[in-house]
């Protein structure tokens, strides 16, 4: 009889890892120190914040309104504004949240019935560009941590960055909208995803961050 000793090992990581891994966006390559150990800090995913070991720190968040309720894409500056769907009160520009491990996220079906979640990033110390040639190029990719399938993988080589409303210095892109591989939001509903986000600036500095998430609900246009 041979004995096999239970594999423990996340079903979701080698994915992850394998897209962390030199991401092909950063022509520069890896950069960083493959012995560097990071602290997580509270409320962080330590496995998943390991793949980002050398780069500047970068937060995954989530968008909300002035009044505490999720965007969908329809308030000022988001993807569906004013688009005929879009219903109520579309309220002032997206405020950045961080996602902490195991916050819940929803997803949104667009008009095109393309499946997303809405996610943003946030960076103290990141140039953000005098014009959009020079705006940091940004990447993320979300992957399901149950079956380690890559749930989306989105790119934007200029990304905007505005002035963050509650954090001094810092800079945000509140309203990145990821689709997902999903044809129903429903399909979603109840997975825990692992995030990963990576930007660089105009002068070559990198920041990366990562968190899980779970899809906990569906909203409406």
């Given at each position: 009889m041979i004995f096999r000793p239970k594999n423990t090992f996340p079903r979701w990581l080698p994915g992850l890892l394998m897209l962390a891994l030199c991401p092909p966006l950063w022509a520069t390559g890896c950069g960083g120190d493959d012995d560097a150990t990071l602290d997580a800090g509270p409320g962080r995913d330590a496995t998943v914040d390991l793949m980002c070991s050398g780069e500047m720190p970068l937060e995954v968040g989530r968008c909300e309104r002035s009044?505490?309720?999720?965007?969908?894409?329809?308030?000022?500056?988001?993807?569906?504004?004013?688009?005929?769907?879009?219903?109520?009160?579309?309220?002032?520009p997206g405020i950045f949240v961080p996602i902490a491990s195991g916050d819940e996220v929803s997803a949104v079906l667009g008009p095109q019935g393309s499946v997303m979640i809405i996610f943003g990033l946030r960076a103290t110390g990141i140039d953000p560009g005098a014009m959009a040639a020079e705006w940091p190029r940004v990447e993320v990719r979300v992957v399901d941590r149950a079956s380690g399938v890559q749930q989306a993988q989105w790119t934007n080589l200029h990304q905007e960055f505005t002035p963050d409303a509650t954090v001094g210095g810092a800079f945000t892109a509140p309203l990145l909208f990821i689709v997902t591989m999903?044809?129903?939001?429903?399909?979603?509903?109840?997975?825990?995803?692992?995030?990963?986000?990576?930007?660089r600036d105009k002068n070559g500095a990198g920041f990366c961050g990562a968190t899980t998430a779970r899809v906990a609900r569906y909203i409406d246009m």
């Open positions: 009044d505490g309720s999720e965007c969908n894409g329809c308030e000022a500056g988001g993807m569906f504004e004013g688009a005929v769907g879009c219903t109520g009160d579309p309220g002032g999903e044809q129903t939001p429903s399909q979603l509903i109840g997975h825990s995803l692992a995030v990963i986000g990576r930007a």
